[in-house]
């Protein structure tokens, strides 16, 4: 049986097991957490912003970033029908209502259009998602948003390395967040960050990530509020050290390997892969494919056939407004009609192994099987 080949994981070389093991060494007593103050000012360097927040997962991020900006109970947050799910969770987490928006029919990202007829005098965020990579439209997004005087929340946890006209993932909107999962170009493990260029943001994000405690009031335990334990730890930061140090490189073999498959696949009529947009670098975090609703295939059969061959795949993400757990929101009904590039997308679409380890040996068997899916024998 031919060896399965993986949908996603990191690049670790010994620069990340150098950098854990000094941090298990002497991240302790008086030295206690330096990793993780070091991982914070090297990444707001890197992505061209003021303040970064270390923290245990992109969801964190999400949820800190919307009670930073008082978001609560009667609020809406504009988010797009196709991301994972956290996105609209945090927004639940903070009694608030996810308003979905329709996606474009090639970037994948939130359409400007769609999200500004989702303003109502309730909306009181817009949370964009940098989707496999790629980018909205942040010019159009952030005129609509200046106009109606909304913040924007920029999801990059899948944009580490993308830039919009030379601007960095994650530093376009008032606040941006990143995720550092074991699948991520750029991993801790688990993990993410929040970045800011608001004093006002980071100082409430400071406070509400470590039990509600101010500065003044840290060694008394004085708590001030309630907050959340929402820290990164010192070996996980060490590791994110490592791993953004290396950056450049993770770009570059993310490029090589969306080449591969490019190379192979591009010109195929019934497929359709990652969008390259003028002045956009996408960092191509999943190589994903849609294929022609003539072939009859839809996500789910996709997926059966790949793992039927020991190939991993994912699914497109599924709407968000056809998910069960967001069946009671109010936004949910109507949402195929109002939306309808996301749900078809969502039923003919798949990612294929995008593992920074990959080959391209591995990349030649995925699109050879994906042909034997897609011909008519198969499909008889």
């Known amino acids: ?116 007829a989702c303003i109502t005098p309730r909306t009181k965020a817009i949370l964009t998602v940098d989707l496999f990579g790629d980018m909205p439209d942040m010019d159009a997004l952030g005129a609509i948003a200046s106009t109606a005087g909304i913040p924007i929340v920029e999801d990059a946890a899948q944009a580490i390395g993308s830039r919009w006209h030379g601007q960095p993932a994650g530093s376009l909107g008032d606040i941006g967040v990143f995720s550092f999962t074991g699948t991520k170009t750029l991993t801790t493990g688990e993990g993410g960050m929040l970045v800011t260029d608001s004093d006002e943001v980071f100082e409430r994000v400071s406070r509400l990530r470590d039990h509600g405690r101010t500065p003044d009031g840290y060694k008394y335990f004085v708590t001030n509020e309630l907050g959340y334990k929402y820290r990164m730890s010192s070996l996980q930061a060490a590791f994110g050290r490592a791993q953004l140090a290396r950056l450049p490189e993770l770009i570059e073999r993310k490029e090589q390997i969306f080449s591969w498959y490019e190379d192979r696949l591009a010109s195929h009529p019934a497929l359709q892969l990652n969008h390259r947009q003028e002045g956009v670098v996408n960092s191509f975090w999943m190589v994903t494919v849609a294929f022609d609703k003539d072939l009859g295939l839809g996500t789910r059969q996709l997926m059966q056939q790949f793992d039927e061959r020991s190939i991993d795949t994912r699914p497109y993400f599924p709407p968000l407004s056809s998910l069960p757990a967001f069946g009671d929101a109010v936004s949910a009904r109507g949402a195929s009609e109002r939306n309808p590039v996301a749900y078809d997308f969502g039923s003919r679409s798949i990612s294929l192994p995008s593992a920074l380890a990959l080959t391209e040996q591995q990349v030649d068997r995925v699109c050879e099987s994906l042909f034997e899916i897609i011909s008519a024998d198969v499909r008889r």
């Open 1 to 116: 049986m031919a060896e399965r080949i993986p949908i996603a994981g990191p690049w670790i070389t010994d620069l990340e097991v150098k950098y854990v093991a000094e941090a298990a060494a002497n991240d302790w007593y008086a030295m206690a957490g330096q990793s993780v103050g070091k991982f914070e000012r090297e990444f707001a360097e890197s992505i061209g912003v003021a303040h970064a927040a270390a923290v245990p997962h992109c969801t964190s991020a999400l949820h800190l970033s919307l009670m930073s900006l008082g978001i609560g109970p009667g609020d809406e947050v504009i988010v797009p029908e196709t991301t994972w799910v956290a996105t609209a969770a945090a927004i639940w987490y903070v009694g608030a209502t996810p308003v979905f928006a329709d996606i474009e029919p090639d970037s994948w990202c939130v359409s400007a259009s769609s999200l500004e």
